[in-house]
């Protein structure tokens, strides 16, 4: 049972529109959320984090959501551009475990 | 170096080959992790070392045998793989449970092929 759901396989945004990703999961346990992203051949690199106590995070041309009521977050990146063609991965976890659960991820393509 | 090393970076190994995955973090973590991605499933948390003991083996075949010599360096030790365990091995590290903010740095990982 996946416990972080990344229900959309691929995304295509034109560039420099927003790009919304999106992810669900089920365990309420979970305090703390992040976004990785993922080139080809490359080990993922950390995005961007929100601790459960916050519904809001920013840094730059990302933002992401959370709304715990729905247990949904999202990642907004605007304006899109060529460089974040990747994949994205979802991650939660409980800060006193040792544990980040993944989602499968979702390619986002940015279309000239 | 910084951040998190592994190597090689690529590997292909026969199904009797024994080999060793390498990984190095620079970043003072107390934590390590193995994972293996595979086409289009998630990351699978193979292992996890808190301060040189493993806490977690994710129900992983005893072909797959880590190391931990010291917060720095993690092994993976391979033999007698099969073909279906031809993925990319990730390597991460961070600060280790209940430190604030939890993320895992990622080493580029070493993509192995079981012929």
């Known amino acids: 049972d996946q416990q972080v759901k990344q229900n959309s396989p691929s995304l295509s945004v034109q560039e420099g529109r927003i790009s919304i990703l999106n992810c669900d999961y089920t365990?309420?346990?979970?305090?703390?959320f992040l976004w990785y992203k993922k080139y080809p051949a490359e080990g993922p690199t950390f995005l961007i984090s929100i601790s459960s106590i916050k519904d809001k995070n920013e840094d730059g041309r990302f933002t992401v959501f959370l709304n715990k009521s729905a247990k949904h977050l999202s990642l907004h990146i605007v304006p899109s551009q060529p460089g974040d063609s990747a994949v994205y991965f979802c991650a939660a976890s409980v800060i006193r475990d040792d544990k980040i659960i993944f989602g499968k991820g979702t390619r986002l393509h940015i279309l000239p | 170096e910084t951040g998190v090393t592994q190597t090689p970076r690529h590997l292909v190994m026969g199904m009797t080959n024994k080999k060793s995955l390498k990984c190095e973090q620079h970043l003072g973590h107390n934590a390590m992790y193995w994972y293996k991605q595979s086409a289009k499933k998630p990351l699978e948390l193979m292992f996890v070392?808190?301060?040189?003991?493993?806490?977690e083996n994710n129900s992983v075949p005893s072909r797959f045998s880590p190391e931990c010599p010291n917060s720095s360096h993690l092994f993976l030790h391979l033999h007698t793989l099969q073909p279906e365990d031809s993925a990319l091995y990730l390597c991460a590290s961070s600060q280790g449970p209940g430190q604030a903010p939890n993320e895992q740095f990622f080493g580029p990982g070493t993509r192995l092929t079981v012929l």
């Open positions: 070392y808190n301060f040189k003991e493993q806490t």
């Open positions: 365990n309420s346990m979970f305090d703390y």
